[in-house]
């Protein structure tokens, strides 16, 4: 744990418990928690949280089932910002996902696209 001084008073004090980047990550997405909350159970400004969060890389899971049965929705924060959300029902695993300012057919089929192109490496052409 850190140590640190008052350069004022001389006072020495123990730094907090340090942030795990990774648990704040999963809990926003897993937990579906909203950056206030995160804020509020760890103690800090939701702008530490939404750094945390930031700072997580997520990398591209590339492996699939053999049979994918795909759930395909969006969710909007806000008017203009939305997450369009590829889920296999039967695993639960996310496929793919896009941010978008609207949902529109053309986006699920480019979602649709990609997830083929991932999982079969581009040999189904669907148009």
């Given at each position: 744990?850190?140590?640190?001084?008052?350069?004022?008073?001389?006072?020495?004090?123990?730094?907090?418990?340090?942030?795990?980047?990774?648990?704040?990550?999963?809990?926003?997405?897993?937990?579906?928690?909203?950056?206030?909350?995160?804020?509020?159970?760890?103690?800090?400004?939701?702008?530490?949280?939404?750094?945390?969060?930031?700072?997580?890389?997520?990398?591209?899971?590339?492996?699939?089932?053999?049979?994918?049965?795909?759930?395909?929705?969006?969710?909007?924060?806000?008017?203009?910002?939305?997450?369009?959300?590829?889920?296999?029902?039967?695993?639960?695993?996310?496929?793919?996902?896009?941010?978008?300012?609207?949902?529109?057919?053309?986006?699920?089929?480019?979602?649709?696209?990609?997830?083929?192109?991932?999982?079969l490496g581009g040999f189904i052409n669907i148009d």
């Open positions: 744990m850190q140590q640190y001084k008052c350069i004022a008073c001389g006072r020495q004090f123990s730094g907090g418990n340090r942030l795990d980047s990774a648990k704040i990550w999963q809990e926003y997405i897993d937990g579906k928690q909203t950056y206030h909350q995160l804020a509020l159970k760890y103690n800090c400004s939701i702008k530490t949280i939404q750094r945390r969060i930031d700072s997580v890389s997520v990398g591209k899971e590339t492996t699939f089932h053999n049979t994918v049965n795909v759930l395909m929705d969006t969710t909007y924060f806000g008017r203009k910002f939305g997450v369009m959300v590829f889920k296999d029902s039967i695993s639960g695993q996310i496929l793919y996902k896009q941010y978008v300012k609207q949902e529109t057919n053309k986006l699920y089929l480019e979602g649709i696209k990609e997830i083929v192109k991932i999982k």
